[in-house]
């Protein structure tokens, strides 16, 4: 595809409620990131994936947070029972090779997420 | 804990004009560090990459610069265009081999006035 999307692009929820947010990576690529970034904030870590593989998630803020990457393309971030303080934009980016590297990670516009 | 510092926390400038804003990191071993641009409401957009090896570069009227040494990188923009008006975050990564935990600052805001 032309770049990152994610869908929906605003969320409201009421506490309690489990979300589902979507990522489309760039077609081919097989990094995948997801953060987390509070008003006025820089975005935070979450977890990784390399194809469908996930390597590193140790930024989840709480077993509450999930994702998975099932085929290596498409990723879902859910979280279940959400609070208050999930409220945030989520971003999601992309990267054509091993993150550890200096490809360039290309941003989503992010879900904007408020939790009621 | 892995820090990054960034300043001025805002930045008001007159079209036109350069400025340079500043990045300090703690992030231990050091990997790579990137500067991106990010207009409201959008996602972050990569400017520069630097590792370990390199103490500048440049894209077009951005250049950042690092010092290892001092753990500092500096973003310099010239010549200032009202497009340039967005917040301005630094992202240090460390080097956990086969791990990614990149570190962002907390961003400058940037506003350029015609």
């Known amino acids: 595809g032309a770049g990152v999307s994610q869908s929906p692009r605003y969320k409201v929820a009421k506490r309690g409620q489990d979300v589902a947010l979507r990522c489309d990576p760039i077609s081919g690529h097989v990094s995948l990131f997801w953060y987390q970034q509070a008003l006025g904030q820089g975005p935070e870590f979450l977890t990784y994936?390399?194809?469908?593989?996930?390597?590193?998630k140790s930024g989840l803020p709480s077993d509450r947070f999930f994702a998975e990457r099932p085929e290596g393309s498409v990723s879902t971030l859910k979280i279940q029972r959400t609070q208050q303080e999930d409220s945030a934009v989520y971003l999601c980016a992309s990267s054509r090779d091993f993150s550890g590297s200096t490809d360039t990670q290309y941003f989503g516009p992010g879900t904007r997420l408020t939790v009621l | 804990k892995n820090q990054v510092e960034q300043s001025p926390q805002s930045l008001i400038i007159l079209e036109g004009k350069n400025c340079t804003l500043q990045c300090n990191y703690t992030v231990s071993p050091f990997s790579n560090l990137r500067w991106y641009k990010q207009d409201t409401g959008r996602g972050p957009v990569s400017l520069t990459i630097m590792t370990f090896s390199e103490n500048t570069k440049s894209n077009g009227r951005y250049t950042a610069t690092l010092d290892a040494d001092t753990k500092q990188s500096s973003l310099h923009i010239t010549a200032s265009q009202l497009s340039d008006s967005a917040s301005y975050i630094c992202?240090?990564?460390?080097?956990?081999?086969?791990?990614?935990?990149?570190?962002f600052g907390r961003g400058t805001s940037l506003i350029v006035h015609p």
């Open positions: 992202v240090v990564s460390e080097a956990t081999g086969g791990s990614y935990i990149p570190t």
């Open positions: 994936f390399q194809n469908e593989a996930q390597l590193d």
